[in-house]
């Protein structure tokens, strides 16, 4: 299991440093970031992830990313990991987030409430550290499936944050887009949309480029992400190999679920009389 994992991320890591040597001068030269998503994947992986060098991971439940972050072999052979939230975050789930050790970024963040609420938190919780990297997503696609803000009203989040948000760190956009899409059409229209966002946020509030990360593409098509302009690309089955999800549901929903379980099984008793 370590040694595939090991070549896998070396191969994907690989594949990265190609795509970004197909971008066009006319973007950033920014290396892109790679974040090994390791949800539903063992302690033992991610050992052995950065073992081979890698330090950005990726976690999309808060409960799955605080017990892993939390987990002593992670904590005393990991000291330079780099944890990124980029799952939904439910605004009660913030304080807990908040908890988690090296944190280094929370890529999900889908409104200005959501944004407040992690900039009182982390003012609270964690007063002495830096400020706190955020990425706003946005929901490229328009499907009512997908989480993030509409894309009309990205600069107007990305000002409030920046304004108003002093515990926070703005670093860039994110979106998940459309799965599936069919690259022999042309470019991929939810990337085409995040370029446009940038453009819009860099012009409006007279940001830099470079400053304005990008946070698009995962393991089946990171490749294309990265050549029109992708900072930072989220593969997860490509190096650790693909989930197997039980008929059990999110760590955020085991403890409704148990609890929901034990009412019915005290409603089916019966009292028997004597």
Not at 47 to 63: D, I, M, P, S, T
Not at 88 to 100: A, D, R
Not at 126 to 144: C, H, P
Not at 163 to 168: M, P
Request: hydrophobic residues 35%; contains cysteine.
């Amino acid at each position: 299991m370590s040694e595939q994992v090991g070549k896998a991320l070396q191969t994907v890591i690989e594949r990265v440093q190609q795509a970004a040597g197909r971008r066009p001068q006319t973007l950033p030269a920014i290396q892109p970031r790679l974040v090994a998503v390791s949800k539903t994947k063992p302690a033992e992986m991610v050992l052995e992830a950065y073992k081979q060098g890698q330090r950005n991971f990726g976690e999309n439940y808060v409960q799955e990313l605080l017990e892993k972050a939390s987990d002593p072999k992670i904590l005393a052979s990991c000291p330079e990991i780099k944890w990124h939230f980029i799952g939904h975050l439910q605004k009660n789930n913030v304080n807990k987030l908040m908890g988690v050790p090296s944190l280094f970024m929370v890529e999900t963040v889908d409104s200005v409430k959501l944004a407040d609420r992690l900039n009182s938190s982390w003012q609270n919780l964690r007063a002495n550290a830096q400020r706190l990297k955020i990425m706003v997503q946005i929901n490229t696609s328009g499907e009512d499936s997908k989480h993030g803000l509409p894309p009309g009203d990205t600069v107007a989040a990305v000002q409030h944050i920046v304004s108003r948000c002093t515990a926070l760190e703005f670093v860039g956009l994110m979106t998940i887009g459309r799965y599936g899409y069919d690259l022999s059409e042309g470019p991929n229209p939810d990337f085409q949309m995040l370029l446009s966002r940038r453009k819009e946020v860099c012009e409006t509030l007279k940001m830099p480029y470079e400053q304005v990360e990008l946070s698009m593409g995962m393991s089946t098509d990171f490749e294309h992400a990265i050549e029109v302009g992708s900072t930072n690309v989220r593969v997860g089955s490509t190096i650790f190999g693909e989930r197997f999800y039980p008929n059990t549901p999110s760590p955020e929903k085991r403890s409704t679920v148990v609890a929901e379980e034990a009412v019915q099984k005290l409603d089916g008793l019966t009292v028997k009389e004597q």
